[in-house]
């Protein structure tokens, strides 16, 4: 299963849809509702060992499959 299958399981898993282009805005689309964040944020943490910050939100890292896969190989341990 490769890194954006995975992300696509957390979504389906938070209510979002099976299916998920990797470009697709998740909140702008209501695929998830921003109350979903925190949860996906501690999933993200927990499975991929990675840290997420404000900025991170802020900056727009956790929009989509794309820029959360983008976060995560930056951050993931080796």
Known sequence: MTLSDSLRVHVHQLGGPPAVADDLDLFATGALASMQLLELITAIEDDFRVRIDERD?????LRSIATIAALITERRPS
Do not use: E, T
């Open 57 to 61: 939100i802020q900056a727009g890292r």
